[in-house]
């Protein structure tokens, strides 16, 4: 936790040494003379959100060895800034990922081109040149192949253009009001509480105090800091959730009993997800715990060898990816609600949604494929 405190602080004087907010802003706030926020900013703002998420996490997990009053008041101050932190970054990589399915799906480059925050500049700008680069790659005067497009490829072509620009509108409206509520929380009276809390974090834990054993103590004595117990918990409950999901039903890849239920009209986000996010979290908390554990048996070998489970990482991946195709797969069953649209665009969203949710089943496959794999541990 000291150590995720110190990075908290370092992030925070890289944010505050970048100028972060002097000419910063979202993208279609400003007139031509605005520019995105520069790279180190956004580097600072995720590291920020990483020792929070991070903190937050050990905070849950390690509560009873704590102060019950401290933690009670650092537990949702830290979630509600890693979340808002977040937001940002999370609508400019699902616009993103939207484009570029919807490119793949009708072969068509006929959509707004996602405007990137700060990091993603670089991987839109290596997106772009690849697409250009094989788009190069067919001479000018050979002709297209003689392949006949079907009716509905035409018809998702006709829609693709207008359905990218529809979710470009909304998804850069939204990160738009999310950059400016990161920049309104970065400067609160309620951050800088945090941020003076995680300073003191940073020179000393505030554990859990115990009566003073006799008259003559001058100062309280803690309780003994084991942390397995509490890690085990933090994995039994992982393991539990985690026997709750249809891993049997995830055994293939496109799922169709699945995709049934989650081509329904319901309005997201899909309760057939929510364990899968569930799960999520809880593989993220045990993952921070075992983080916790190994930096105590190195602090007490003196050995800062870090131990990397690979089956958690694996897993954890295939998450993170259910979790964005789940929300893609929101995002343009939204779009696709909008009033007075055409059939056409209506039609396109409708494909992205599917091919979103034949994602989702391909990440929860993925899952369960990396679970039951036995446990490898690499020095």
């Given at each position: 936790?000291?150590?995720q405190?110190?990075?908290?602080l370092?992030?925070?004087?890289?944010h505050?040494?970048?100028?972060?907010?002097a000419?910063?802003?979202g993208?279609g706030a400003?007139?031509?003379?605005?520019?995105a926020?520069?790279?180190?900013?956004?580097?600072?703002?995720r590291?920020?959100?990483?020792?929070?998420?991070?903190?937050?996490?050990t905070?849950?997990?390690?509560?009873?060895?704590l102060?019950?009053?401290?933690a009670?008041?650092?537990?949702?101050?830290?979630a509600?800034?890693?979340?808002?932190?977040?937001?940002?970054?999370?609508?400019?990589?699902?616009?993103?990922?939207?484009?570029?399915?919807?490119?793949?799906l009708s072969?068509?480059?006929?959509?707004?081109?996602?405007?990137?925050?700060g990091?993603?500049?670089?991987?839109?700008?290596?997106?772009?040149?690849?697409?250009t680069?094989?788009?190069?790659?067919?001479?000018?005067?050979v002709?297209?192949?003689?392949?006949?497009a079907?009716p509905?490829r035409?018809?998702?072509?006709?829609?693709?253009?207008?359905?990218g620009?529809?979710l470009d509108r909304?998804?850069?409206?939204?990160?738009?009001?999310?950059h400016?509520t990161?920049?309104?929380?970065l400067g609160?009276?309620?951050?800088?509480?945090?941020?003076?809390?995680?300073?003191?974090?940073?020179?000393e834990?505030?554990?859990?105090?115990?009566?003073?054993?006799?008259?003559?103590?001058?100062?309280?004595?803690?309780?003994?800091?084991?942390?397995?117990?509490?890690?085990?918990?933090?994995e039994e409950?992982l393991?539990?959730?985690?026997?709750?999901?249809?891993?049997?039903?995830?055994?293939?890849?496109y799922n169709?009993?699945a995709?049934?239920?989650?081509?329904?009209?319901?309005?997201?986000?899909?309760?057939?997800?929510?364990?899968?996010?569930?799960?999520r979290?809880?593989?993220r908390?045990?993952?921070y715990?075992?983080?916790?554990?190994?930096?105590a048996?190195?602090?007490?070998?003196?050995d800062?060898?870090?131990v990397?489970d690979?089956r958690?990482?694996?897993?954890g991946?295939?998450?993170?990816r259910?979790?964005?195709?789940?929300?893609?797969?929101?995002a343009?069953a939204?779009?696709?609600?909008?009033?007075?649209?055409a059939p056409?665009?209506?039609?396109?969203?409708?494909?992205?949604?599917?091919?979103?949710?034949?994602?989702?089943e391909?990440?929860?496959?993925?899952?369960?494929?990396?679970w039951?794999?036995?446990p490898?541990?690499?020095?």
């Amino acid at each position: 936790m000291r150590a995720q405190a110190t990075e908290f602080l370092r992030a925070l004087r890289r944010h505050r040494e970048s100028g972060a907010g002097a000419g910063a802003s979202g993208p279609g706030a400003g007139g031509p003379g605005r520019t995105a926020p520069p790279a180190e900013d956004v580097d600072a703002v995720r590291a920020l959100r990483r020792a929070a998420r991070r903190i937050s996490g050990t905070l849950h997990t390690f509560q009873p060895l704590l102060d019950a009053s401290w933690a009670e008041e650092m537990r949702p101050e830290l979630a509600w800034l890693s979340g808002t932190l977040a937001l940002e970054h999370a609508y400019a990589s699902r616009l993103e990922r939207l484009l570029q399915a919807l490119h793949r799906l009708s072969g068509s480059s006929a959509f707004p081109a996602p405007r990137p925050v700060g990091r993603t500049t670089a991987a839109t700008n290596a997106t772009t040149a690849t697409s250009t680069a094989t788009t190069a790659t067919v001479p000018t005067g050979v002709p297209a192949p003689a392949r006949p497009a079907s009716p509905d490829r035409g018809s998702l072509t006709v829609g693709a253009a207008k359905a990218g620009a529809l979710l470009d509108r909304q998804l850069t409206l939204a990160r738009t009001r999310a950059h400016s509520t990161a920049l309104q929380a970065l400067g609160s009276s309620r951050f800088h509480a945090v941020a003076d809390k995680v300073a003191l974090l940073a020179s000393e834990v505030p554990l859990r105090v115990t009566a003073r054993p006799n008259r003559g103590a001058t100062a309280p004595e803690t309780t003994p800091c084991d942390l397995r117990p509490l890690a085990a918990a933090a994995e039994e409950r992982l393991a539990d959730a985690v026997t709750a999901l249809p891993l049997v039903a995830a055994g293939s890849p496109y799922n169709a009993q699945a995709l049934v239920h989650g081509l329904s009209p319901d309005p997201a986000p899909h309760p057939q997800d929510a364990p899968w996010h569930q799960v999520r979290l809880l593989l993220r908390l045990h993952r921070y715990a075992l983080e916790a554990l190994a930096g105590a048996d190195a602090a007490d070998a003196g050995d800062p060898g870090d131990v990397v489970d690979v089956r958690l990482l694996a897993a954890g991946e295939a998450l993170d990816r259910h979790r964005d195709a789940s929300e893609a797969a929101a995002a343009a069953a939204q779009a696709a609600r909008t009033p007075r649209i055409a059939p056409a665009t209506a039609y396109a969203l409708g494909v992205l949604h599917a091919d979103q949710r034949h994602e989702v089943e391909a990440a929860r496959y993925a899952f369960q494929h990396s679970w039951r794999k036995e446990p490898i541990r690499l020095p």
